[in-house]
């Protein structure tokens, strides 16, 4: 996908050059009292407010109106956007506005906009947070993935977007908000085209080529430990799991030195990077199994909020670790009933090899450890459990520390990204008593979501530590205002809003 480009500037409605003017208004809006669209109203000779007269036009969610101007003012058409009721007014309101906007900007085979800067702010939200939000909404609603498509995709090649104020004080602020705004839009770009290249393509040493890349970023280094590394520290989960498979297994240490001492102790992203889920011997049923290669979208995200990072110049540290392997039933693979010693010295007894996301997480949780964490975050697509939970709309969230928690849902609540907690009680670790180990991998049916976070915890240690199952989120099977069928990146903004809001 190509970049688009935008940019803010001063200038009056009714004098604005562009392909199509889009138009943000709530319901109940009057144009007589709006002065600059009064004034585009008076120079097309009433046609906006017979618009909303008529009711073609009422200003509610995802309502859309296109008015062409037939050349009596400088912009070909006027595309009205409806925000909903202004009591129920959110950034994601603005964010999904701009994804439908950018859509039906596609449809009429125009590559460029404008867009004027809202009157109605939500609550408690500055000025950059607004552009932020619908420089996201532009730049991911006009997502399309068509690297293996030989014919061209629907509609115009959407190339510039120009953010219009009346106000010149306001200019400085918006163009924060567009800077941050495209970090993060583009490291979501970033996640969705890497989870949507298929497993053949996007192999562990594929995302280890990705990290590379990232790696050219300023104040960015990389190491990769290779199989036989592995096993000198003892990583048995994760090498325990790649036994399966002919590729060759990575375990990615990508780190970003920001703050001004290189001694302050780090934030740490562990992302799941399983580059296809088979299921292993415990094979998973064939239906919407190629969903799998998007097995890797922790690890995606957590070299995307690296990349970010580093673009947005954010005076931290910040460390990434991407265990990165297949999933598979080889000959070699591992076998129910095996037992796993993991880097931390803890005994696992695998009684189901398709929960293997929380074996290689293990071990890249204790290895995190060494980085004596500020902060440390897990982000995976962990449970199916997590699905049944919380359907698409939340990703669940457990953690051992409050401050941490709050400032998680506080960036959800900002990027849309929604995190909803769920209980970390020890009584579930008794559904994790083995036999012949010190732990199980599974927990049984009931609370699987649960179990799976508190397996995840005996290797956190003691530092503050919160989990992502990002297993409800990354994939819709649908198309929505900016979020395309298929992989979503959702949980990508959450990283690095979280991020943003640490460096303030």
């Known amino acids: 996908m ?42 097309l000779e009433g046609s906006v407010s017979e618009l909303f007269r008529s009711k073609e036009f009422e200003g509610k969610c995802a309502d859309l109106a296109l008015l062409h101007t037939h050349r009596k003012i400088p912009a070909k058409r006027l595309l009205f956007v409806g925000l909903g009721k202004k009591d129920a007014l959110g950034l994601d309101t603005i964010r999904q506005a701009m994804g439908h906007a950018v859509k039906r900007v596609r449809q009429v085979m125009a590559t460029s906009f404008t867009a004027a800067i809202p009157e109605m702010m939500p609550p408690d939200t500055t000025r950059i947070d607004l552009a932020q939000a619908m420089t996201e909404g532009a730049i991911l609603g006009s997502y399309q993935f068509t690297a293996y498509r030989t014919e061209p995709a629907a509609g115009a090649d959407v190339r510039s977007l120009r953010l219009l104020t009346a106000h010149p004080a306001d200019v400085r602020p918006l163009s924060e908000g567009v800077r941050r705004g495209i970090a993060t839009a583009e490291a979501t770009v970033f996640v969705r085209d890497l989870c949507n290249h298929p497993s053949n393509v996007m192999t562990p040493s594929k995302i280890a080529e990705e990290a590379k890349a990232v790696a050219k970023e300023t104040g960015v280094s990389l190491k990769i430990l290779e199989r036989t590394d592995m096993a000198k520290l003892g990583m048995g989960a994760l090498l325990g799991v790649a036994r399966g498979s002919h590729e060759p ?219 992502l199952d990002i297993a409800s989120t990354d994939w819709s099977e649908r198309e929505r205002a900016y979020i395309p069928k298929g992989p979503t990146g959702i949980g990508t903004r959450l990283l690095i809003q979280y991020l943003i809001d640490r460096s303030l």
């Open 2 to 43: 190509k970049n688009l480009n935008v940019e803010v500037r001063t200038g009056r409605l009714a004098s604005e050059a562009t392909e199509v003017l889009v138009l943000f208004q709530c319901e109940g809006s009057e144009p007589a009292q709006q002065e600059e669209l009064a004034a585009l109203d008076r120079a």
């Open 249 to 467: 297994p990575k375990f990615i240490i990508l780190e970003y030195h920001g703050a001004r001492k290189k001694t302050d102790r780090p934030v740490v992203l562990v992302g799941k990077t399983i580059t296809f889920d088979s299921g292993g011997i415990s094979l998973k049923p064939a239906e919407n199994m190629e969903h799998m290669k998007a097995d890797m979208t922790g690890g995606a995200e957590v070299l995307a909020a690296v990349r970010a990072a580093a673009r947005l110049k954010l005076p931290l540290n910040l460390v990434g670790l991407l265990p990165a392997t297949e999933n598979m039933p080889g000959g070699g693979a591992m076998k129910p009933g095996d037992i796993v010693k993991t880097l931390s010295g803890k005994t696992v007894e695998v009684q189901n090899t398709d929960a293997e996301g929380r074996l290689i997480l293990a071990d890249g949780l204790a290895y995190a450890a060494r980085y004596k964490p500020a902060a440390l975050i897990d982000v995976a697509t962990l449970t199916g459990a997590c699905v049944i939970a919380l359907g698409q709309f939340a990703i669940g969230m457990f953690g051992t520390d409050e401050t941490l928690k709050n400032a998680l849902r506080k960036a959800g609540q900002r990027s849309g990204e929604r995190v909803w907690e769920m209980p970390l009680w020890e009584e579930y670790f008794e559904q994790l008593k083995s036999d012949v180990a010190d732990m199980r991998n599974i927990g049984g049916r009931g609370a699987g979501m649960i179990t799976a976070a508190l397996f995840l915890s005996k290797f956190a240690g003691s530092y503050p530590w919160v989990h």
